[in-house]
């Protein structure tokens, strides 16, 4: 099932038109290019985004989910490289 939103700027010049589905899964087997996004990603993305597949509704949201689970895994490398540097103080 796929919801459209419309929305009008206040300047009434343009529209926006954005398309919200049940769920991840939903996205992919409906919109081309939010599928052929997430097939390039690596399978470990992949998976991760699986986990999160009842909060994942839009193009955008997919994007976004890419870019928390990215900063994530970033802050989780910054710890352990800290771990290792400084095993005595954790």
Same mark, same amino acid.
């Given at each position: 099932?796929?919801?459209?939103?419309?929305?009008?700027?206040?300047?009434?010049?343009? !529209?926006?038109?954005?398309?919200?589905?049940?769920?991840?899964?939903?996205?992919?087997?409906?919109?081309?290019?939010?599928?052929?996004?997430?097939?390039?990603?690596?399978?470990?993305?992949?998976?991760?985004?699986?986990?999160?597949?009842?909060?994942?509704?839009?193009?955008?949201?997919?994007?976004?989910?890419?870019?928390?689970? !990215?900063?994530?895994?970033?802050?989780?490398?910054?710890?352990?490289?800290?771990?290792?540097?400084?095993?005595?103080?954790?």
């Amino acid at each position: 099932m796929v919801n459209i939103f419309f929305c009008t700027y206040t300047d009434s010049t343009s !529209e926006v038109i954005r398309l919200r589905y049940n769920n991840l899964q939903d996205l992919i087997y409906n919109s081309s290019s939010s599928r052929k996004f997430f097939l390039s990603l690596p399978v470990t993305m992949q998976v991760a985004l699986h986990e999160r597949n009842d909060y994942i509704h839009t193009s955008a949201g997919l994007h976004e989910h890419v870019d928390a689970i !990215e900063k994530y895994n970033h802050a989780v490398k910054i710890s352990e490289s800290l771990q290792f540097l400084f095993p005595n103080k954790i």
